[in-house]
Structures are given as C-alpha cells and as structure tokens.
C-alpha cells in the first residue's frame, strides 16, 4: 500500500464525514428551530422515542450527531433525561442504516445524488429547497468518499505486514480495543464501519474477527458525545454515561454469544459469500437486540447515571456566571439552534426576574432607608450588566453562525430585548439612587407621594409580568396588554406630575423633594416605554 493509495483512504474518509457534515447541517437549517417541539410530539413514550431516534440517524447517517444533539437538548432542559434514554436506543439502531446502504452498493448512484443536490442549490432560488439539496449532496459525497476508500484498501490483500496483524484480531480484547481506539479518533461509527467493510470486501477480515472489532467501534463512537459533555451541566453527562453503558452491555452480551454460540456461522450464511453485507447485518443486530433487552430498563439506566453523576452543590452557587448558557461547540450542527435559542429565552427570562426583584427592592429601601439592602440592588445591577454583556457576546457568536432567516430574526430580536431590560435595570437603579438621596438630604415623600410611587412601581412589574415569554404565548396579545399597560404609566404619570405641582404650589412639597419625586415619575415612563419595546420585539420575532 503506496503513497498513493493512503493518500486516496485519507481522502475518502474526509469526503465521507463532510458528506455527513452537509446532512446534518442541511437538516438543522430545515428543521434545527422546530426540534423541540418534534421531539416532545414524538417523544412522548419509549417506541416512539426509539422511533425518532432510529429515522433521525438514518437521514443524518451519524449516532454520535444525534447523540451530541441530546447532549445539548438535556443541557438546555428541550429534553428530560428519560426521554434521551429512547432516544439514544434508536440513534444506535439507525446508525446501521449507513452500512446496509454500503452493503446495497449505491455508490455508483452516488454522484447522482451530489450533482442533483448541487445543480439544485445553484439553480433553484428557495431557501428550503437549498437545505433539502443540502442533505442529498451531502449523502453522495459520502458514498463516493465510501467509494474512495474500498478502492485504496485493495492492495492490502498482498501486504503481509497487515495480514499477520490481523490475525491478532481473533483475540476478542484486542479487536475491541482496534475498534473502539480507530472509531474514537475518526469520531464516527459509520465511517469505522464503513472502513471495515471495505476491509472485509478484500477478503483480508473474516466475520470471526470483524465483529470484534464492530463491537469496539460501537464503544468508541461514544467518545463524540462524552468530548461534547465537557464543561455541560451534570444532566447531559448524565446522557453520555447512558450512551456509554449501552454500547458496554452490548459488546458483553454479544461477545459472549459469539464465544459460546455459532453466531458468526448464523450470519454467514444469512447472505454467503457477501462479507460487507455480514458485517452490515451484525451490526444491524447488535443494536436492535441491544435495544429490546434493555427497552424496559431505561429509566433504570438514567437512575443509574444519576448515581454515577450526582447532582453538585455548585450548580445553583451565587457566583456571576451563565446559568442557561453554555457554548455547544461540536462539529455536528443539527440542533444547535434549537439549543442555543432555548438557552437564550431562558437567561434572558433570568435577567427579566432579576430587574423585577430590582424594582420591588428600591421601593422597599424607599419606604425604609437599609444599607445592606442598597448593597444588594447594586450587586443585582453588576449582575444585570454580566448577563447584558454575556449574552450579547453569545449572541454575536451566533449570529455569525446561523443558517436561517428565521432563526436570525429570533437571535436579533432577543438582542434587542436585553438591551431593553439592562435599560430597565438602570431606572431601577436611579430609583435606589433617589433613596440614598433623601437619606443624605434628610428629606421624606408624604403618604400620599408615596401611594403614587407604589402605584407607578405596581405598574410597572405588571408590564413587566406581561413580557415574560413563556412558550406558546400569544405575541399580538402581549404587545396589546404591553402597549394597555405602557399607557396607563403615562397616564398616571401626568396625572401624579400635576397633583405634585399643586402640592409644591400650597407649600406642602419642599423643592428638593419634588425634584427628585419628578425623576422618578420619568424613570417609571421610561420602564414602561422599554417593555412596550420588548412586546414589540417579541411580535416581530413571531411573525
């Protein structure tokens, strides 16, 4: 085997998992946002979770995107860890698909699917039709670089370097440790599968020794999803350990049924003198077999990683940090979008409460001037202004990444709403300011100044009650009640402007008093402008 042909090998593998990258990245942009919502619909009980697991991966043609794509979903709540367990199931059992599809040998109708796909994405000016293009030249490019690589393996019939190495294949630890080592290193079962049935094409690895091998590789694919854990909550590593013990349980199992049974006899003769097709129905049956002996058990499997990963006591720490957020970097797109979308809502609802509990807070210290309270409003900003500025730079990010119109609209429109609410928060501030103020100048509101105050802050938290964006709201009836509850603040503003003036007017204000009480009544107006601005958002975003 020459320069020549390992350089022919490294070209096909790196055809084959971009073939696999333009799948996937042409089903996320499909369908990437709308993930969610598939999968609570078709998640709903074990079948159908093994069900969606098995057609995702067969169109995507990789477990370990699927499985990194779960990592995600547990990370960012989309997904419970119950839930994953089916899932993960099926992603197992519809990974074979990509060897049954070699077995069937369409690599010679592969370059149809690439040149239909590209003609397509060049010629056809629709969005949609550029991602579904995306997925078809995507699974050419991957059969021909599946091509590329049977080609370069011929000439290892006559190296005899490779097939005495091979034959230490036969020892089952060993062709376990081949495959799990090469598949973690390419980070892809189907490419290792596939590398090996071109092996096995060449008559260099009988079925006695390839499924040894099989099996490591099913182990070693794991490796993708435990890399995308890193840094994740526990829940997520919690999948991975999940995804791990299957593939584990399986190798045992199957290990000892080929050591003790004439399985590999049984699979011969299923389709003889076929070896690529062996291997495909092996692997075919490893996980399908797997996946009915352990379909009962998997809440017994997520009980089990919960005790292997228990909950720390750091995750809900009050240090400044991203609670919701967390980078998804992978070189598998599909459903990243989804995650990160969820991951925003959710800390830009965590910033929302936090300017809430503001509000109230400076009314508090209003009616009663405490030091240690003032510390704590001004700690809450610091940390408004964190999570302005760190969602704002993870917004950046994403926008330099996205795929969809749609999905730009939402990541802009969710940049324009932090601003507005650290906006928000820094009225809440000017508010705290004012406390301190009459404290220092020993000066007091009457009761009836502030019952107005109250009324305006009120107000206020109602407006802001009613931008929460909880899923499925009606967004043209939240900027109606917004826009309602943004003029009622103007409306008492003037109002309580004009009961001020009289009171200043017949003495019963002092000046100083009535300056600062005036700042306030525009702080409250202000508020209420800024969350009419996020109702606004939110409608444009749902259109």
Same mark, same amino acid.
């Given at each position: 085997?020459?320069?020549?042909?390992?350089?022919?090998?490294?070209?096909?593998?790196?055809?084959?998992?971009?073939?696999?990258?333009?799948?996937?990245?042409?089903?996320?942009?499909?369908?990437?946002?709308?993930?969610?919502?598939?999968?609570?619909?078709?998640?709903?009980?074990?079948?159908?979770?093994?069900?969606?697991?098995?057609?995702?991966?067969?169109?995507?043609?990789?477990?370990?995107?699927?499985?990194?794509?779960?990592?995600?979903?547990?990370?960012?709540?989309?997904?419970?860890?119950?839930?994953?367990?089916?899932?993960?199931?099926?992603?197992?059992?519809?990974?074979?698909?990509?060897?049954?599809?070699?077995?069937?040998?369409?690599?010679?109708?592969?370059?149809?699917?690439?040149?239909?796909?590209?003609?397509?994405?060049?010629?056809?000016?629709?969005?949609?039709?550029?991602?579904?293009?995306? #997925?078809? $030249?995507?699974?050419?490019?991957?059969?021909?670089?599946? +091509?590329?690589?049977?080609?370069? &393996? =011929? !000439? /290892?019939?006559?190296?005899?370097?490779?097939?005495?190495?091979?034959?230490?294949?036969?020892?089952?630890?060993?062709?376990?440790?081949?495959?799990?080592?090469?598949?973690?290193? #390419?980070? $892809?079962?189907?490419?290792?599968?596939?590398?090996?049935? +071109?092996?096995?094409?060449?008559? &260099? =690895? !009988? /079925?006695?020794?390839?499924?040894?091998?099989?099996?490591?590789?099913?182990?070693?694919?794991?490796?993708?999803?435990?890399?995308?854990?890193?840094?994740?909550?526990?829940?997520?590593?919690?999948?991975?350990?999940?995804?791990?013990?299957?593939?584990?349980?399986?190798?045992?199992?199957?290990? =000892?049924?080929?050591?003790?049974?004439?399985?590999?006899?049984?699979?011969?003769?299923?389709?003889?003198?076929?070896?690529?097709?062996?291997?495909?129905?092996?692997?075919?049956?490893?996980?399908?077999?797997?996946?009915?002996?352990?379909?009962?058990?998997?809440?017994?499997?997520?009980?089990?990683?919960?005790?292997?990963?228990?909950?720390?006591?750091?995750?809900?720490?009050?240090?400044?940090?991203?609670?919701?957020?967390?980078?998804?970097?992978?070189?598998?797109?599909?459903?990243?979008?989804?995650?990160?979308?969820?991951?925003?809502?959710?800390?830009?609802?965590?910033?929302?409460?936090?300017?809430?509990?503001?509000?109230?807070?400076?009314?508090?210290?209003?009616?009663?001037?405490?030091?240690?309270?003032?510390?704590?409003?001004?700690?809450?900003?610091?940390?408004?202004?964190?999570?302005?500025?760190?969602?704002?730079?993870?917004?950046?990010?994403?926008?330099?990444?996205?795929?969809?119109?749609?999905?730009?609209?939402?990541?802009?429109?969710?940049?324009?709403?932090?601003?507005?609410?650290?906006?928000?928060?820094?009225?809440?501030?000017?508010?705290?300011?004012?406390?301190?103020?009459?404290?220092?100048?020993?000066?007091?509101?009457?009761?009836?100044?502030?019952?107005?105050?109250?009324?305006?802050?009120?107000?206020?938290?109602?407006?802001?009650?009613?931008?929460?964006?909880?899923?499925?709201?009606?967004?043209?009836?939240?900027?109606?009640?917004?826009?309602?509850?943004?003029?009622?603040?103007?409306?008492?503003?003037?109002?309580?402007?004009?009961?001020?003036?009289?009171?200043?007017?017949?003495?019963?204000?002092?000046?100083?008093?009535?300056?600062?009480?005036?700042?306030?009544?525009?702080?409250?107006?202000?508020?209420?402008?800024?969350?009419?601005?996020?109702?606004?958002?939110?409608?444009?975003?749902?259109?």
């Amino acid at each position: 085997m020459g320069i020549t042909d390992i350089l022919s090998l490294l070209g096909g593998l790196a055809l084959f998992l971009y073939g696999m990258h333009m799948m996937s990245n042409g089903l996320e942009a499909a369908a990437g946002n709308r993930m969610k919502s598939i999968l609570e619909k078709l998640t709903s009980n074990r079948i159908k979770g093994v069900l969606v697991g098995a057609v995702i991966t067969a169109v995507i043609q990789s477990s370990s995107a699927t499985t990194v794509m779960l990592v995600g979903f547990v990370n960012s709540g989309l997904m419970t860890l119950s839930q994953a367990v089916w899932v993960i199931m099926g992603a197992n059992i519809g990974t074979t698909i990509t060897g049954q599809l070699i077995a069937l040998d369409i690599s010679a109708i592969a370059p149809i699917f690439a040149i239909g796909g590209v003609a397509a994405m060049m010629f056809i000016k629709n969005e949609k039709v550029h991602h579904i293009s995306g #997925i078809f $030249s995507g699974l050419g490019i991957l059969f021909m670089g599946m +091509a590329m690589m049977g080609d370069a &393996m =011929v !000439p /290892l019939q006559d190296s005899q370097t490779f097939i005495n190495f091979m034959t230490t294949v036969e020892n089952p630890l060993v062709g376990i440790l081949i495959g799990a080592i090469f598949t973690a290193i #390419i980070q $892809s079962s189907s490419a290792s599968v596939g590398i090996l049935q +071109a092996l096995a094409a060449t008559g &260099m =690895v !009988p /079925l006695s020794s390839a499924v040894y091998i099989l099996f490591g590789q099913n182990i070693g694919t794991c490796i993708t999803a435990v890399l995308a854990s890193i840094g994740m909550k526990v829940n997520a590593k919690r999948t991975t350990v999940i995804h791990l013990m299957f593939n584990i349980f399986g190798s045992i199992l199957f290990t =000892v049924i080929c050591m003790t049974t004439p399985f590999v006899s049984w699979m011969e003769a299923l389709t003889p003198g076929n070896p690529v097709a062996q291997i495909a129905n092996v692997h075919t049956t490893f996980n399908i077999v797997t996946t009915l002996i352990l379909l009962p058990f998997g809440n017994v499997m997520a009980r089990i990683a919960t005790q292997i990963l228990p909950d720390s006591k750091k995750e809900d720490d009050g240090d400044y940090r991203l609670k919701y957020i967390t980078r998804f970097e992978s070189n598998y797109a599909i459903g990243s979008s989804a995650v990160a979308l969820s991951q925003v809502r959710d800390e830009i609802e965590r910033m929302r409460d936090m300017v809430s509990k503001n509000i109230a807070k400076a009314y508090d210290v209003l009616i009663q001037y405490n030091e240690k309270d003032m510390e704590k409003i001004s700690e809450r900003e610091t940390y408004i202004d964190y999570l302005n500025r760190e969602i704002s730079e993870y917004i950046v990010s994403l926008i330099s990444n996205e795929k969809s119109t749609e999905d730009s609209k939402i990541i802009n429109g969710y940049y324009a709403v932090i601003g507005n609410l650290e906006r928000i928060g820094d009225h809440a501030m000017n508010l705290a300011g004012y406390a301190k103020d009459l404290k220092e100048w020993n000066l007091s509101f009457s009761d009836v100044a502030l019952e107005e105050i109250e009324e305006m802050k009120k107000q206020c938290l109602t407006a802001l009650d009613i931008v929460k964006n909880e899923e499925g709201s009606d967004m043209t009836q939240v900027l109606f009640e917004a826009s309602a509850a943004e003029q009622k603040i103007d409306d008492l503003r003037d109002k309580y402007f004009k009961k001020q003036m009289q009171r200043m007017k017949k003495g019963k204000c002092k000046p100083q008093s009535g300056i600062i009480f005036t700042e306030m009544l525009t702080d409250f107006e202000r508020m209420g402008d800024h969350v009419k601005n996020i109702a606004q958002q939110y409608k444009q975003m749902s259109e």
